[in-house]
């Protein structure tokens, strides 16, 4: 069966704009996390949405938020950008909540702002 | 702060060769701690490991628990190019219900 996708995979912005990256989960898979990874960071989470309510929020500022629709496809905003944001945001989908399901990561969207 | 924290950063080995690879937790609270391969982008689930099931394994991949310790390692023999990747440690926490991961260990493998 096809795997997670995200959409777009790479993208250019500048600072102050917003955008909304994009994620389509495994068939079936009703939860979806977000997480942002870079060299000096490493992998950190954002959030969870199970079944279109956010579940749980990683220590980032209001400035990102998401949201999940009906069929588990999830989007995730970024309002305000700023240089730091630059990274690469990878979302994983799982059957139930990640904390007891296997996830599985889609390839990521390369965000960078200039 | 619950803390994950692996090592070494990097490392580097000959094809054939036996590596152990670390990861160490600052946690209240344990629930389960997770293993991922990175190669280029996508994260791939390798291990779980919880209190009722400490030690894992699958082909040349073997993980195991200490929770007196309060870590786990991550064996890989007879290593083959096809290892080169980032490894990935992650710990839950009950209570908190989100993976915190490790900044994970960069392994290379000469042919």
């Known amino acids: 069966k096809a795997g997670v996708t995200q959409t777009p995979r790479y993208l250019i912005k500048t600072r102050g704009q917003q955008v909304t990256l994009s994620c389509s989960p495994i068939?079936?898979?009703?939860?979806v996390s977000w997480y942002q990874q870079t060299p000096g960071q490493g992998l950190q989470f954002l959030f969870e949405?199970?079944?279109?309510?956010?579940?749980n929020k990683g220590n980032f500022p209001g400035r990102f938020s998401g949201r999940q629709f009906s069929n588990s496809r999830s989007e995730m905003n970024v309002s305000t950008l700023e240089l730091g944001d630059s990274a690469l945001y990878l979302c994983?989908?799982?059957?139930?909540?990640?904390?007891?399901?296997?996830?599985?990561f889609g390839p990521g969207t390369r965000l960078t702002v200039t | 702060e619950d803390k994950v924290v692996q090592s070494p950063l990097s490392l580097v080995v000959h094809e054939g060769d036996t590596v152990t690879l670390n990861c160490s937790y600052e946690?209240?609270?344990?629930?389960?701690l997770l293993w991922y391969k990175q190669e280029k982008k996508a994260p791939t689930f390798l291990f779980m490991l919880?209190?009722?099931?400490i030690e894992k394994k699958s082909g040349r991949l073997s993980s195991i628990l200490d929770k007196k310790e309060l870590s786990s390692i991550l064996n890989i023999t007879a290593t083959q190019t096809g290892d080169s990747a980032i490894y990935l440690c992650?710990?839950?926490?009950?209570?908190?219900?989100?993976?915190?991961f490790g900044t994970g260990t960069r392994l290379t493998i000469i042919p």
């Open positions: 992650a710990v839950i926490f009950f209570g908190n219900e989100k993976l915190t």
């Open positions: 949405y199970f079944s279109e309510t956010q579940r």
């Open positions: 946690v209240t609270n344990f629930r389960s």
């Open positions: 994983a989908s799982s059957r139930g909540l990640a904390l007891s399901y296997e996830q599985y």
């Open positions: 068939s079936g898979h009703r939860s």
């Open positions: 919880t209190s009722s099931g």
